[in-house]
C-alpha cells in the first residue's frame, strides 16, 4: 500500500504491482467540493492506492471519502495540507514517477505514453488540475509525462478515470475490496446489497 509515509519505491518484496495515487491540484473549498469528491471516489474505485489534495484543507471532503471507504472497504488513504511542490519533492525523493494528465500531452490513443509508463514500474503520482494549472506542470521540472486523454478540454473526472481504465486494462472494475462493511449484488433490476 503506497502512501507518502509508507514509501513508494518498488523495490518492497511483496509489491509487484505498479502503484497509483492521485494528486489534486486546485480545489477551491465549497466551488470544488463536489467535483474534488467525485476524483477522489473515482480514484478510490477505479483501482488507486490514495488521494493527495494540494495547497488546500477540506475536513468535510475528507470525512466523505474516509467514510465511503470505511464502510465499502478497500485500503484508500486521504491526505491534505501540503503544498504540491512538497508532495512532489517526497514522491520523486522515493523513485516516484510524476504523470500529469492533461488535454495539451501525449495522446493516450495514439502515442506509446501508457507503455512507457508501465515499462517503467515506478509508482505514479498522478497530477490532475482544476482551473488554469501553473506552466511548470508540464515541464520536467515537475513531470515526467503529460498525457492527453483526447486533445480536446473535458473534466478531471473523466480523464482520470480513462486513464486509469487503459492502465489497469478494466481489471480494477471487477476488484474486491477487503473489508467490505457494504458489497453491492450485481442483479438486472432493482438494489441488493449483503452487509457484512
Ligand atoms: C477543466 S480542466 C481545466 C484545464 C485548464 N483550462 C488548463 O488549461 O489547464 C481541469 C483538469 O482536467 C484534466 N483534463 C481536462 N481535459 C483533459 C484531457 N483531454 N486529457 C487529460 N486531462 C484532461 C486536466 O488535469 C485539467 O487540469
Redesign the pocket.
Known amino acids: 500500500m503506497v502512501n507518502l509515509k509508507h514509501s513508494p519505491k518498488i523495490s518492497d518484496q511483496d509489491r509487484t504491482k505498479q502503484q497509483i495515487v492521485v494528486l489534486r491540484?486546485?480545489h477551491r473549498v465549497h466551488r470544488d467540493a463536489r467535483l474534488t469528491s467525485h476524483v477522489a471516489l473515482t480514484a478510490r474505485a477505479l483501482g488507486c492506492s490514495g488521494f493527495i489534495l494540494s495547497d488546500s484543507e477540506d475536513g468535510k471532503l475528507k470525512e466523505t471519502v474516509e467514510k465511503i471507504t470505511q464502510n465499502w472497504g478497500g485500503d484508500f488513504f486521504f491526505e491534505m495540507g501540503n503544498s504540491w511542490k512538497t508532495t512532489i519533492k517526497n514522491w520523486k525523493s522515493k523513485d516516484g514517477i510524476i504523470v500529469?494528465?492533461?488535454?495539451?500531452?501525449e495522446n493516450?490513443q495514439i502515442s506509446n505514453v501508457l507503455n512507457k509508463i508501465k515499462e517503467l514500474k515506478n509508482d505514479i503520482l498522478l497530477?490532475?488540475?482544476?482551473?488554469?494549472?501553473p506552466k511548470v506542470f508540464y515541464t520536467n521540472e515537475v513531470s515526467n509525462f503529460n498525457?492527453?486523454?483526447?486533445?480536446?478540454?473535458?473534466?478531471?473526472?473523466?480523464?482520470?478515470a480513462i486513464?486509469l481504465d487503459r492502465f489497469f486494462e478494466g481489471k480494477e472494475l471487477s476488484s474486491s475490496f477487503r473489508k467490505a462493511k457494504i458489497k453491492i449484488v450485481p442483479q438486472k433490476r432493482g438494489k441488493k446489497t449483503l452487509l457484512t
Open positions: 491540484w486546485g500529469h494528465l492533461t488535454a495539451y500531452g493516450i497530477l490532475v488540475g482544476s482551473q488554469k494549472v498525457v492527453s486523454i483526447g486533445n480536446q478540454p473535458h473534466s478531471e473526472c473523466s480523464a482520470l486513464f
